[in-house]
């Protein structure tokens, strides 16, 4: 299950390399956003990297994440709650300091 297995990476990979939130925008609206997330091992960074997407973001609260910041992810599944386009939810566990909903996870490089 890719929840279990984001959850264990983000032992060794836990430091915030890579932050962007994108969305498109045009006549009809915008689209919801995408976050990706780049987590690096640190003091061992380098090219190996976490690399997470997550689509269809929702309800993002994002506090100060100044510094080399440690992110330890709490990904619960939701989809059983029937919201619309959402599916689970995440918190950083180590200092609460972002959290959103989102309908998809993907793994992009581990």
Same mark, same amino acid.
Request: with cysteine.
């Given at each position: 299950?890719?929840?279990?297995?984001?959850?264990?990476?983000?032992?060794?990979?836990?430091?915030?390399?890579?932050?962007? #939130?994108?969305? !498109? $925008? @045009?006549?009809?609206?915008?689209?919801?956003? *995408?976050?990706?997330?780049?987590?690096?091992?640190?003091? /061992?960074?380098?090219?190996?990297?976490?690399?997470?997407?997550?689509?269809?973001? #929702?309800?993002? !609260? $994002? @506090?100060?994440?100044?510094?080399?910041?440690? *992110?330890?992810?709490?990904?619960?599944?939701?989809?059983? /709650?029937?919201?619309?386009?959402?599916?689970?939810?995440?918190?950083?566990?180590?200092?609460?300091?972002?959290?959103?909903?989102?309908?998809?996870?993907?793994?992009?490089?581990?």
């Amino acid at each position: 299950m890719i929840i279990d297995e984001i959850q264990r990476k983000n032992k060794s990979y836990s430091y915030i390399q890579n932050f962007s #939130l994108t969305r !498109k $925008i @045009d006549d009809e609206g915008a689209t919801p956003y *995408v976050l990706d997330l780049a987590l690096c091992e640190f003091p /061992n960074y380098g090219d190996t990297l976490l690399h997470l997407q997550f689509s269809g973001v #929702l309800d993002i !609260k $994002i @506090d100060t994440l100044d510094g080399l910041y440690n *992110v330890i992810l709490s990904i619960d599944d939701i989809s059983a /709650n029937q919201m619309e386009g959402i599916n689970y939810r995440v918190v950083d566990v180590s200092g609460n300091n972002l959290s959103f909903l989102c309908r998809e996870i993907e793994i992009i490089h581990k």
